[in-house]
């Protein structure tokens, strides 16, 4: 039965157009996620710029942020220092978001 199935067109058909659809809904998938990275990045932005306006905080809470961010989340990337500087930068130069 297997080979005679692998051997049918309209099953072939069928499966190459299915492998495609899942492609294709892979890619909408990594877009959707991507695009609320995205927006979760510029709200930490805003967020580390708010607190470091109305806290005496420093710059330095950002290497603690890094630190319990990183440990809590250990699969993401991002959350270095220096990461958390660049999304801070990323806002103050698009305040109103960049589109």
Do not use: H
């Not at 492998?19 to 932005?45: C, D, H, M, P, T």
């Not at 958390?84 to 978001?97: D, V, Y």
Request: proline content about 2%.
């Amino acid at each position: 039965m297997k080979q005679a199935l692998i051997q049918d067109k309209t099953y072939s058909d069928w499966l190459k157009e299915l492998k495609q659809k899942v492609r294709s809904v892979r890619i909408k998938a990594a877009v959707k996620v991507n695009a609320e990275l995205l927006v979760f990045y510029w709200e930490l932005g805003q967020d580390i710029v708010d607190k470091q306006k109305k806290t005496k905080w420093g710059d330095g809470f950002l290497k603690q942020l890094s630190l319990d961010l990183s440990a809590e989340f250990p699969d993401m990337k991002g959350f270095s220092k220096r990461n958390l500087e660049l999304i801070r930068k990323w806002f103050e130069i698009c305040p109103e978001g960049c589109s």
